[in-house]
């Protein structure tokens, strides 16, 4: 799933840092005015659970791995704007001192993985709740098939990101000079594994840990300021006397 440097030419990687900066400004906004100041650790502490679910990687048919990411999870319990500096924040503590990611592509993953991730993965989780509140069946399951549908998306980014390469940069002769697949192998590569094992196993997670949460400590979800809460009824009009 993480990009590494020399796959994504200097442009590429240099437009998914312009993506990626209005949504970690707008996330780092959304902390400071929405989150209260006893709930970053929190925040941080879910950055550090998503550093090391990515750490495990899954073998993948096809000679690839793959690795459950956490984005949906955290904004599920913290939202999705949250989520983004959380992941973005664990994507840069890899590339730098871990060597898993480049540092010219951590726009690019951070795109994937901390926005596309958790932001659909999200909506997908809004959509299927319903009124479902933290321990029942439902938010679990609509948490798990947000997680399932979010890292789905992030595959799909990045086989995009590297099948485009050797259309977009290549000698005259034709040889590539960044990512040398095609979108013919980089679609079936990324998305039949993550369609099928990476894709369970993020929904496995997602869903486990938010059912484990919801039943033993469902005041996290709120406490956070997320709006993974139902919104509170509007208080009735008294009848005119």
Same mark, same amino acid.
């Given at each position: ?97 871990? *060597?898993?990611? &480049? +540092?010219? %592509?951590?726009?690019?993953?951070? /795109?994937? !993985?901390?926005? =596309?991730? #958790? $932001? @659909? ?25 947000? *997680?399932?549908? &979010? +890292?789905? %998306?992030?595959?799909?980014?990045? /086989?995009? !990101?590297?099948? =485009?390469? #050797? $259309? @977009? ?31 369970? %196993? ?40």
């Amino acid at each position: 799933m993480h990009i590494p440097d020399g796959y994504l030419s200097p442009h590429t990687a240099g437009a998914l840092y312009v993506v990626a900066a209005p949504f970690w400004a707008a996330s780092l906004r959304h902390i400071r005015r929405r989150m209260r100041s006893r709930h970053a650790p929190l925040v941080a502490m879910l950055a550090a659970f998503v550093f090391l679910v990515m750490m495990f990687n899954i073998p993948l048919p096809g000679g690839t791995t793959g690795h459950a990411a956490g984005g949906v999870l955290v904004a599920v319990i913290v939202g999705p704007w949250a989520a983004i500096t959380a992941v973005t924040i664990a994507l840069a503590v890899q590339a730098l001192f871990f *060597g898993d990611g &480049g +540092i010219l %592509a951590l726009g690019a993953n951070a /795109a994937n !993985l901390g926005v =596309v991730m #958790p $932001l @659909l993965g999200y909506l997908v989780f809004r959509a299927l709740r319903g009124g479902a509140r933290p321990g029942d069946r439902r938010f679990a399951l609509a948490a798990a098939a947000g *997680g399932y549908a &979010g +890292i789905n %998306a992030a595959a799909l980014g990045t /086989a995009l !990101l590297l099948g =485009v390469q #050797p $259309l @977009l940069h290549h000698l005259p002769d034709g040889t590539p000079l960044y990512c040398p697949f095609h979108l013919g192998v980089t679609l079936p590569a990324m998305m039949i594994p993550h369609l099928t094992v990476a894709g369970a %196993a993020e929904a496995a997670i997602t869903g486990g840990v938010v059912a484990f949460l919801g039943r033993h400590h469902p005041e996290i979800f709120e406490a956070a300021g997320s709006a993974a809460s139902p919104e509170p009824a509007a208080p009735a009009k008294e009848a005119a006397s």
